[in-house]
């Protein structure tokens, strides 16, 4: 079984352009999560979907992040302008869904790494 | 203050020590416990999951839970080579769903 598949692997920009990550979760998984990893940190969440509805969205910078999930698969995650900041890993995760605890269990991608100049 | 401390490491043992892996907490509402294993430009996999305190028990790894204390660990037995990796807890509460994540520690297994 495939897992959570994630384009690009690596992506270097310049302060002020804009980027795009790709994440194609788990075939059946409901719920998709996005990630910020910053070097030696955990992930921190950005945005999680139930289906195509973002239900938490509370730690994602809405003046430059925008994220969708059109048909309740794949999902792109966008950041315009991108700051220096923002260099990091983005990682994807997915699950089943329903509730917490075991059907919650996240299988996450290989993550995007970004790098800001 | 962060919600889930864990020591950064690097924490280096010989091939077949025993390891042991620490995190505190500080939201007595956390309920699900959970060690990732993530290396080198890999995503976390999950490892072990426990539902509360107590111990749980799978191959060479074992989870504890101490809920009284707000702290929870993970011994690895024989550790390997291949064990070499950052060891993430993390942490959900009752009727949540985000996960909070320690800030992961390194470790190294010497052959």
């Known amino acids: 079984e495939a897992g959570v598949v994630q384009s690009p692997r690596y992506k270097i920009i310049e302060k002020k352009q804009p980027v795009a990550f790709w994440c194609n979760p788990i075939?059946?998984?409901?719920?998709l999560y996005w990630y910020r990893q910053n070097l030696g940190q955990g992930p921190e969440l950005l945005i999680r979907?139930?289906?195509?509805?973002?239900?938490?969205d509370s730690q994602l910078p809405k003046d430059r992040f925008s994220a969708e999930r059109l048909k309740g698969v794949d999902s792109t995650l966008k950041i315009q302008p991108a700051e220096l900041g923002d260099s990091a890993v983005y990682l994807c995760?997915?699950?089943?869904?329903?509730?917490?605890?075991?059907?919650?269990?996240?299988?996450f991608g290989p993550g995007t790494r970004l790098t800001v100049l | 203050q962060k919600e889930v401390e864990q020591d950064p490491g690097p924490l280096s043992v010989p091939e077949g020590a025993i390891v042991s892996l620490n995190c505190t907490y500080s939201?007595?509402?956390?309920?699900?416990f959970m060690w990732y294993r993530q290396y080198s430009r890999k995503g976390p996999e999950l490892l072990m999951y426990t539902y509360s305190s107590g111990n749980k028990e799978d191959g060479r790894f074992t989870a504890q839970v101490d809920k009284s204390s707000k702290y929870i660990s993970l011994f690895i037995r024989d550790s390997q080579p291949s064990d070499s990796a950052t060891y993430l807890c993390a942490m959900i509460n009752t009727g949540g769903f985000k996960t909070i994540f320690g800030a992961g520690t390194r470790l190294f297994v010497k052959a």
């Open positions: 979907y139930e289906n195509e509805e973002a239900v938490d």
């Open positions: 995760a997915s699950s089943l869904g329903g509730r917490a605890g075991d059907s919650d269990t996240q299988y």
């Open positions: 939201n007595s509402a956390f309920q699900y």
């Open positions: 075939s059946g998984h409901n719920t």
